[in-house]
């Protein structure tokens, strides 16, 4: 295991739920990431929080919305997705958000939206 | 515009036989170059990584290697085992707020 884990594994939800995803870093880690990963395609960045504070959001949809109460919690808030956003997310965690600082990954939240 | 171009997409190969997965990169300016492992389900693992003045490195049966000239680097495994099916992914450091950016992965099967 590598110190980060999310709840849930699994996700199905309707266009019009609300849902969250949940990260946990036990790794005393300062900086976390929310990653999308769809099929045949690059991991992409969705946001970047360094001491609780967001460093970088890439232009992600609002119907995205990411929390970080503490250094080692995020969560992912979900409300009127599209069939689209079905994809893997992954959290990440590392020591900082420098260019070097090796990033460890969660399990992911395999999330279906129908 | 930073890429970061793995190849092949997906290799099937016999239990025991090694094999060369490749990774090119047009990422500029250069930090390192990560290659994870990402078994189904799991989120990627780290393998190795390499800064501008490495050109070997090696983890058990992984070999990486690194020519920071031509922007290639590639994944050697070795006698492989079955519990190397995964998707190998090749990652740069370059500039950028976090500065990193995603190859596709190679999809690796060993079949017995």
Known sequence: ETGVTQTPRHLVMGMTNKKSLKCE????????YWY???A???LELMFVYSLEERVENNSVPSRFS????NSSHLFLHLHT?????????????SQESGTFYEQYFGPGTRLTVT | KNQVEQSPQSLIILEGKNCTLQCNYTVSPFSNLRWYKQDTGRGPVSLTIMTF????????????TLDADTKQSSLHITASQLSDSASYICVVRG?????LTFG???HLIIQP
Do not use: F, I, V
């Not at chain 1, 870093?25 to 300062?30: A, C, D, P, R, T």
């Not at chain 2, 500039?95 to 500065?99: K, N, Q, T």
């Open chain 2, 95 to 99: 500039g950028g707020a976090d500065g």
């Open chain 2, 53 to 64: 003045s490495e050109n070997t490195k090696s983890n058990g049966r992984y070999t990486a």
């Open chain 1, 25 to 32: 870093q036990h790794l005393g880690h300062n900086a976390m």
């Open chain 1, 66 to 69: 990411p929390e970080c109460p």
């Open chain 2, 104 to 106: 596709k992965g190679t």
């Open chain 1, 81 to 93: 997705l599209q069939p689209e956003d079905s994809a893997l997310y992954l959290c990440a965690s």
């Open chain 1, 36 to 38: 999308k990963q769809s």
């Open chain 1, 40 to 42: 045949k395609k690059p």
